[in-house]
Protein backbone atom coordinates (compact mmCIF):
# COMPACT_ATOMS: atom_id res chain seq x y z
CA UNK A 1 0.00 0.00 0.00
CA UNK A 2 1.69 3.36 -1.64
CA UNK A 3 -0.41 6.68 -0.41
CA UNK A 4 -0.43 9.34 1.68
CA UNK A 5 -3.50 10.51 2.62
CA UNK A 6 -3.42 9.68 6.25
CA UNK A 7 -0.04 11.67 6.47
CA UNK A 8 -0.07 13.59 9.58
CA UNK A 9 -2.68 11.95 11.20
CA UNK A 10 -2.39 10.03 14.77
CA UNK A 11 -4.90 6.79 14.87
CA UNK A 12 -6.08 4.96 17.72
CA UNK A 13 -7.06 1.92 16.86
CA UNK A 14 -8.09 -0.42 20.29
CA UNK A 15 -8.07 -5.01 20.00
CA UNK A 16 -4.98 -4.28 17.93
CA UNK A 17 -3.25 -6.96 18.87
CA UNK A 18 -4.25 -9.35 16.07
CA UNK A 19 -7.20 -10.50 13.82
CA UNK A 20 -9.01 -7.55 12.65
CA UNK A 21 -7.21 -4.58 14.42
CA UNK A 22 -3.75 -5.82 13.55
CA UNK A 23 -4.70 -5.35 9.95
CA UNK A 24 -6.50 -1.88 10.69
CA UNK A 25 -3.69 -0.77 12.60
CA UNK A 26 -1.26 -1.51 9.99
CA UNK A 27 -3.54 -0.27 7.23
CA UNK A 28 -3.45 3.33 8.63
CA UNK A 29 0.13 3.03 9.49
CA UNK A 30 1.05 1.92 5.25
CA UNK A 31 -1.27 5.36 4.39
CA UNK A 32 0.72 7.98 6.35
CA UNK A 33 -0.63 7.42 10.15
CA UNK A 34 1.22 6.81 13.21
CA UNK A 35 -0.95 4.44 15.02
CA UNK A 36 -1.16 3.43 18.78
CA UNK A 37 -1.98 -0.37 18.93
CA UNK A 38 -4.09 -0.49 22.29
CA UNK A 39 -5.06 -4.40 23.44
CA UNK A 40 -5.47 -5.54 26.93
CA UNK A 41 -2.43 -8.24 26.19
CA UNK A 42 0.75 -7.19 26.98
CA UNK A 43 4.24 -6.66 24.53
CA UNK A 44 5.07 -10.09 25.73
CA UNK A 45 1.88 -12.29 26.05
CA UNK A 46 0.91 -10.76 22.12
CA UNK A 47 1.25 -13.05 19.35
CA UNK A 48 3.98 -13.03 16.84
CA UNK A 49 3.22 -13.69 13.13
CA UNK A 50 6.48 -12.92 12.37
CA UNK A 51 6.02 -9.66 11.09
CA UNK A 52 7.31 -6.79 13.03
CA UNK A 53 4.58 -4.13 11.11
CA UNK A 54 4.75 -0.74 10.42
CA UNK A 55 7.17 1.42 12.45
CA UNK A 56 4.88 3.89 12.70
CA UNK A 57 2.77 1.35 14.71
CA UNK A 58 3.74 1.76 18.41
CA UNK A 59 2.08 -0.66 21.20
CA UNK A 60 0.18 0.08 24.33
CA UNK A 61 -1.30 -2.17 27.24
CA UNK A 62 -4.96 -0.81 27.84
CA UNK A 63 -7.75 -2.49 28.97
CA UNK A 64 -11.11 -0.33 27.41
CA UNK A 65 -13.36 -1.15 30.46
CA UNK A 66 -11.05 0.53 33.05
CA UNK A 67 -11.77 4.31 33.12
CA UNK A 68 -8.75 5.42 34.83
CA UNK A 69 -6.50 2.87 32.42
CA UNK A 70 -8.18 4.44 29.28
CA UNK A 71 -7.87 8.11 30.52
CA UNK A 72 -3.89 7.41 31.22
CA UNK A 73 -3.50 5.56 28.19
CA UNK A 74 -5.17 8.30 25.86
CA UNK A 75 -3.09 11.17 27.76
CA UNK A 76 0.37 8.71 26.99
CA UNK A 77 -0.87 8.64 23.19
CA UNK A 78 -1.50 12.06 22.80
CA UNK A 79 1.47 13.55 24.68
CA UNK A 80 4.08 10.94 23.02
CA UNK A 81 2.16 11.65 19.81
CA UNK A 82 0.96 14.81 19.17
CA UNK A 83 -2.95 14.67 19.31
CA UNK A 84 -5.05 12.03 18.00
CA UNK A 85 -7.44 12.50 15.11
CA UNK A 86 -8.60 8.77 14.32
CA UNK A 87 -9.87 6.51 16.88
CA UNK A 88 -11.57 3.05 15.95
CA UNK A 89 -13.04 1.19 18.54
CA UNK A 90 -12.50 -2.29 17.26
CA UNK A 91 -11.72 -3.72 20.74
CA UNK A 92 -14.37 -6.45 21.88
CA UNK A 93 -15.75 -10.00 22.88
CA UNK A 94 -16.57 -12.46 20.79
CA UNK A 95 -19.72 -15.04 21.51
CA UNK A 96 -19.78 -18.71 21.10
CA UNK A 97 -23.54 -19.89 21.26
CA UNK A 98 -25.50 -20.92 24.00
CA UNK A 99 -29.34 -20.63 24.62
CA UNK A 100 -30.69 -17.14 25.29
CA UNK A 101 -32.25 -20.05 28.16
CA UNK A 102 -29.01 -20.13 29.83
CA UNK A 103 -28.23 -16.54 29.73
CA UNK A 104 -26.98 -14.96 32.90
CA UNK A 105 -27.09 -11.16 33.59
CA UNK A 106 -23.65 -11.41 34.84
CA UNK A 107 -22.62 -12.26 30.73
CA UNK A 108 -24.89 -9.87 29.27
CA UNK A 109 -23.14 -7.26 31.65
CA UNK A 110 -19.42 -8.45 30.64
CA UNK A 111 -20.67 -8.05 26.79
CA UNK A 112 -21.51 -4.89 27.34
CA UNK A 113 -18.86 -3.31 29.21
CA UNK A 114 -16.86 -4.60 26.30
CA UNK A 115 -18.74 -4.34 23.05
CA UNK A 116 -20.25 -1.32 24.21
CA UNK A 117 -18.90 0.70 27.83
CA UNK A 118 -15.31 0.12 26.33
CA UNK A 119 -16.00 2.39 22.81
CA UNK A 120 -17.93 5.41 25.34
CA UNK A 121 -15.22 5.88 27.39
CA UNK A 122 -12.52 5.66 25.07
CA UNK A 123 -14.72 8.78 22.99
CA UNK A 124 -15.00 10.35 25.84
CA UNK A 125 -11.34 10.08 26.78
CA UNK A 126 -10.15 11.47 22.84
CA UNK A 127 -13.03 13.78 22.41
CA UNK A 128 -10.65 16.71 23.44
CA UNK A 129 -7.79 15.80 20.61
CA UNK A 130 -10.72 14.66 18.09
CA UNK A 131 -12.02 18.32 18.49
CA UNK A 132 -8.78 19.92 18.20
CA UNK A 133 -7.44 17.85 14.91
CA UNK A 134 -6.76 19.42 12.36
CA UNK A 135 -7.85 17.22 10.14
CA UNK A 136 -11.92 16.53 11.33
CA UNK A 137 -11.98 14.12 14.05
CA UNK A 138 -13.20 10.51 13.02
CA UNK A 139 -14.16 7.81 15.44
CA UNK A 140 -15.11 4.76 13.58
CA UNK A 141 -16.53 1.68 16.20
CA UNK A 142 -16.38 -1.76 14.49
CA UNK A 143 -19.88 -3.34 14.74
CA UNK A 144 -21.33 -6.78 13.91
CA UNK A 145 -23.59 -7.72 11.02
CA UNK A 146 -25.45 -10.02 13.47
CA UNK A 147 -27.70 -7.36 14.66
CA UNK A 148 -29.93 -7.82 11.61
CA UNK A 149 -29.22 -11.29 11.12
CA UNK A 150 -30.27 -12.05 14.88
CA UNK A 151 -27.78 -14.70 15.18
CA UNK A 152 -29.12 -17.46 17.50
CA UNK A 153 -27.01 -18.37 20.40
CA UNK A 154 -25.48 -14.89 20.71
CA UNK A 155 -28.07 -12.50 22.40
CA UNK A 156 -25.32 -10.85 24.61
CA UNK A 157 -22.67 -10.51 21.57
CA UNK A 158 -26.05 -9.45 19.30
CA UNK A 159 -27.37 -6.84 21.71
CA UNK A 160 -24.10 -5.10 22.89
CA UNK A 161 -23.06 -4.65 19.20
CA UNK A 162 -26.92 -3.24 18.57
CA UNK A 163 -26.11 -1.33 21.72
CA UNK A 164 -22.91 0.38 19.79
CA UNK A 165 -25.11 0.86 16.81
CA UNK A 166 -27.13 3.15 18.62
CA UNK A 167 -24.29 4.91 20.16
CA UNK A 168 -22.57 5.50 16.92
CA UNK A 169 -26.06 7.59 15.67
CA UNK A 170 -25.91 9.46 18.89
CA UNK A 171 -22.27 10.23 18.38
CA UNK A 172 -22.96 11.41 15.11
CA UNK A 173 -25.03 13.83 16.47
CA UNK A 174 -23.57 15.46 19.72
CA UNK A 175 -20.03 15.68 17.99
CA UNK A 176 -21.05 16.82 14.90
CA UNK A 177 -20.94 20.80 15.77
CA UNK A 178 -17.16 19.74 15.92
CA UNK A 179 -17.22 18.42 12.72
CA UNK A 180 -16.12 15.07 14.20
CA UNK A 181 -17.35 12.08 12.31
CA UNK A 182 -18.92 8.54 14.03
CA UNK A 183 -19.02 5.68 11.97
CA UNK A 184 -20.36 1.79 12.38
CA UNK A 185 -18.35 -0.52 10.25
CA UNK A 186 -19.89 -4.48 9.99
CA UNK A 187 -17.04 -7.48 8.97
CA UNK A 188 -18.24 -10.24 7.36
CA UNK A 189 -17.57 -13.55 8.93
CA UNK A 190 -13.75 -13.03 8.36
CA UNK A 191 -11.05 -15.97 9.77
CA UNK A 192 -9.32 -14.32 12.43
CA UNK A 193 -8.26 -16.66 15.57
CA UNK A 194 -11.21 -14.78 17.52
CA UNK A 195 -13.35 -16.40 15.11
CA UNK A 196 -12.07 -19.60 13.97
CA UNK A 197 -12.30 -20.34 18.24
CA UNK A 198 -16.29 -20.72 17.57
CA UNK A 199 -16.96 -21.19 13.92
CA UNK A 200 -14.71 -24.31 11.67
CA UNK A 201 -14.89 -24.38 8.14
CA UNK A 202 -17.97 -25.62 7.39
CA UNK A 203 -19.61 -22.30 8.83
CA UNK A 204 -17.53 -20.18 6.98
CA UNK A 205 -17.71 -21.78 4.01
CA UNK A 206 -21.84 -21.38 4.35
CA UNK A 207 -21.40 -17.98 5.50
CA UNK A 208 -19.81 -17.17 2.17
CA UNK A 209 -21.69 -19.23 -0.43
CA UNK A 210 -24.24 -16.73 0.38
CA UNK A 211 -23.00 -13.65 -0.68
CA UNK A 212 -22.84 -11.73 -4.06
CA UNK A 213 -19.29 -12.07 -4.15
CA UNK A 214 -18.22 -15.87 -3.69
CA UNK A 215 -14.60 -15.10 -1.90
CA UNK A 216 -13.77 -14.80 1.43
CA UNK A 217 -13.22 -11.09 3.04
CA UNK A 218 -9.93 -10.49 4.49
CA UNK A 219 -9.11 -8.92 7.18
CA UNK A 220 -7.26 -6.46 4.51
CA UNK A 221 -10.39 -6.09 2.95
CA UNK A 222 -12.09 -4.60 6.01
CA UNK A 223 -9.15 -2.74 6.86
CA UNK A 224 -9.70 -0.94 3.42
CA UNK A 225 -12.78 0.50 4.44
CA UNK A 226 -11.87 1.84 7.86
CA UNK A 227 -9.09 3.81 6.16
CA UNK A 228 -11.55 5.08 3.60
CA UNK A 229 -13.43 6.59 6.46
CA UNK A 230 -10.10 7.79 8.12
CA UNK A 231 -9.19 9.86 5.00
CA UNK A 232 -10.16 13.35 3.33
CA UNK A 233 -12.65 11.27 0.91
CA UNK A 234 -14.67 10.63 4.69
CA UNK A 235 -15.54 13.93 5.83
CA UNK A 236 -18.84 14.63 5.35
CA UNK A 237 -19.96 10.60 6.27
CA UNK A 238 -21.36 10.00 9.46
CA UNK A 239 -24.11 8.07 11.72
CA UNK A 240 -23.90 5.52 8.93
CA UNK A 241 -24.02 1.73 9.13
CA UNK A 242 -21.26 0.39 6.70
CA UNK A 243 -20.73 -3.35 5.73
CA UNK A 244 -17.91 -5.02 4.07
CA UNK A 245 -19.14 -8.39 3.25
CA UNK A 246 -19.23 -9.47 -0.11
CA UNK A 247 -22.79 -8.81 -0.40
CA UNK A 248 -23.82 -11.27 2.21
CA UNK A 249 -26.04 -8.66 3.74
CA UNK A 250 -28.23 -6.30 1.36
CA UNK A 251 -29.90 -3.12 3.36
Known amino acids: ?????????VAIVTGAAGGLGRAI??????????????????DDSRPDDGSAGPTAVRSWTCDVTDPDAVSTTVEAVATELGGIDVLVNNAGLL???NSLLEATPEELHRFYDVNAVGPLLMVQACFPHLKASA???RVINVASRTFFTGAPGQIGYVASKGALIGMTRVM???????????????????ATPGTRAHSGDEVFART???????EFVTPEDFAGLVAFLA????????GQTMVCDGGGLLH
Do not use: K, Y
Open 135 to 137: HRG
Open 25 to 42: AHRLAAEGATVAALDIAS
Open 231 to 238: SPDGAMIT
Open 208 to 214: MSQQAIR
Open 95 to 97: SGR
Open 172 to 190: ARELGEHRITVNAVMPAQV
Open 1 to 9: MQSSRLEGR
